[in-house]
T-cell receptor, first 111, second 114 residues
Framework: GENVEQHPSTLSVQEGDSAVIKCTYS??????FPWYKQELGKRPQLIID?????GEKKDQRIAVTLNKTAKHFSLHITETQPEDSAVYFC??????????FGTGTRLKVLA | DAGVTQSPTHLIKTRGQQVTLRCSPK?????VSWYQQALGQGPQFIFQ???????QRGNFPDRFSGHQFPNYSSELNVNALLLGDSALYLC?????????????FGDGTRLSIL
């Protein structure tokens, strides 16, 4: 069935270190993979996305990589800062109009 | 430029009642999707509206229904409320007919069922 698995569920890193969050999807036809950051009590905010015809995309300290063969995609945050602390969700498109979200990763950046 | 707006922000209902939640999409967007986010979980897709029609639905019962108006705003209706319907209901808007368009979320409506 349609599924997106996300790991780890919680991640603690020291300020300045890198953080990596991994997702695996089940639908080989998925072609769009957004990442959202959700701070406590706030709306999910789109931070980066990638399409299936691209293997990697960077935006300043954030990057996403996609391995279509393995059906894996990952979020990389470098030089982490305390304001990066939040819950991060991956998602994958399913069919023409639907998105499936992962269960979230709570990132804590320790000062 | 107004983003996605949702109302009300909080709502308390009792079992068996009915509720209507409202969403205005981001300026320039014509597609509205609704999600249910239980505490500690990722958003779950309820359905999507485009051109005033529901064009895809997630695994939610018929108690969940919706509507899109000519100005692209949308409503989510839930009938015969159950305790398990307590959640944050998120609206997301996007532009275009196909998938793969960035979705922008509203702040959500927190629904509590007593």
């Amino acid at each position: 069935g349609e599924n997106v698995e996300q790991h780890p569920s919680t991640l603690s890193v020291q300020e300045g270190d890198s953080a990596v969050i991994k997702c695996t999807y089940s639908d080989s036809a998925s072609n769009y993979f957004p990442w959202y950051k959700q701070e406590l009590g706030k709306r999910p905010q789109l931070i980066i996305d990638i399409r299936s015809n691209v293997g990697e995309k960077k935006d300043q300290r954030i990057a996403v990589t996609l391995n279509k063969t393995a059906k894996h995609f990952s979020l990389h945050i470098t030089e982490t800062q305390p304001e990066d602390s939040a819950v991060y969700f991956c998602a994958a498109s399913v069919g023409t109009y639907k998105y499936i979200f992962g269960t979230g990763t709570r990132l804590k950046v320790l000062a | 430029d107004a983003g996605v707006t949702q109302s009300p922000t909080h709502l308390i209902k009792t079992r068996g009642q009915q509720v209507t939640l409202r969403c205005s999409p981001k300026s320039g967007h014509d597609t509205v999707s609704w999600y249910q986010q239980a505490l500690g979980q990722g958003p779950q897709f309820i359905f999507q509206y485009y051109e005033e029609e529901e064009r895809q639905r997630g695994n939610f019962p018929d108690r969940f229904s919706g509507h899109q108006f000519p100005n692209y705003s949308s409503e989510l209706n839930v009938n015969a409320l159950l305790l398990g319907d307590s959640a944050l209901y998120l609206c997301a808007s996007s532009s275009g007919a196909l998938n793969g368009q960035p979705q922008h979320f509203g702040d959500g409506t927190r629904l509590s069922i007593l």
